[in-house]
């Protein structure tokens, strides 16, 4: 037997891990591994290159991923998918392993739908907002990269006494502006899920200053709006107050990149091994879940077109905190 894997879209710390747990579990049950470079791109292209248990050594700490990603608009198109199932086949693959986000989930069902090919989805992304699992590889470093800047930043906030918004990743989702903006002791998340507006942030910073606080960070998720806008707002609307200047400062790929931290390597490692284990069983047109903190598998379906949102009850911890 032999199994592909490929990673698609965006990286996210943590991909080698998961890779390397797909080759060394795909050797433990005797199957044949290829690694398909730059996503789809690499099925279109048939970009293949076999990976031994040892090609896949020293990764586990590093971010990135060695079989490189891209977004491939030509998956788009029902022609260029035919000509990658053929590529696969022509190679004698028997199940494809996408290490991949919602879009890539998408184009992963179009080759089972269409084609009756096996495939098995991982789920990995920065932003942590595929449906259908608690848990994507990769929020945690991002997290943690966030947290370490906001730290960072909270010196100078505190020793000019001034306000910072600070804008993370989240194109579409507040995850990782929540969990930042909780674990760094941030004033404000501001995420799409749960709108916060600018009177409320006006009123906490406000409050903040009459306890005695005199410099406050505020967390936006680049879904919301510009951190440079936010700061603009503020600035206007706090000055009769005799606030000062209000400064922002955008993390951007800072937060996608870095060794992964321990939780992503061991989450890696377990979502790989239980893919590959499933195919052993005879399962496939399935993606990889985390659900109640166990390792399930799920219909690949599951995660599409719909939107996974931060818990409320996190919202609300961080404005309890901030008070
Ligand atoms: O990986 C997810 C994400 O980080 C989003 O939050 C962000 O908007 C997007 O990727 C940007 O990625 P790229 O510049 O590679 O399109």
């Known amino acids: 037997m032999k199994i592909a894997v490929l990673t698609s879209g965006g990286d996210a710390p943590g991909l080698n891990a998961c890779i390397r747990a797909v080759v060394r579990a795909g050797h433990h049950y005797g199957y044949q591994v290829i690694g398909v470079k730059r996503g789809f791109k690499g099925l279109i292209d048939r970009d293949f290159v076999s990976l031994s248990p040892r090609d896949v050594g020293l990764i586990i700490n590093r971010g990135g991923t060695i079989l490189l990603s891209s977004r491939e608009d030509r998956f788009f198109s029902y022609e260029y998918r035919k000509k990658a199932v053929e590529n696969l086949k022509k190679e004698g693959i028997d199940c494809l392993f996408v290490i991949g986000g919602n879009g890539s989930f998408q184009g992963a069902n179009l080759l089972a739908e269409e084609f ?19 848990y994507t590889i990769g929020f945690d470093t991002a997290v943690n990269n966030a947290v370490e800047s906001i730290d960072k930043i909270r010196d100078t906030s505190m020793s000019h006494e001034r306000i910072f918004v600070v804008e993370v990743m989240g194109r579409d989702s507040g995850f990782i502006a929540l969990a930042s903006s909780i674990a760094s002791g941030a004033d404000v998340a501001l995420i ?25 960070i ?5 879904g919301v709006a510009p951190a440079r806008k936010i700061a603009g707002i503020l600035e206007e609307k706090l000055k009769p107050y005799g606030f000062g200047e209000v400064r922002h400062s955008v993390l951007g790929y800072i937060q996608r990149g870095g060794s992964p931290t321990a939780y992503d390597r061991i989450t890696a490692s ?26 399930v598998p799920k219909p690949l379906k599951v995660s599409f077109g719909r939107i996974k949102k931060p818990d409320f009850s996190d919202f609300q911890l961080n404005n309890i905190l901030t008070l």
């Open 116 to 134: 009756d090919f096996p495939v098995i989805g991982i789920p990995k992304t920065i932003d942590n907002d595929t449906y259908g699992t608690e």
């Open 192 to 216: 799409p899920e749960y709108p916060f507006p600018i009177f409320r942030i006006v009123e906490t910073l406000i409050k903040a200053r009459e306890r005695g606080k005199r410099f406050s």
């Open 218 to 222: 505020i967390v936006v998720a680049e």
């Open 270 to 295: 377990r979502f790989g091994v239980f893919a590959v284990e499933q195919f052993s069983k005879g399962k496939t047109k399935i993606m990889v879940a985390m659900e109640n903190g166990k390792v």
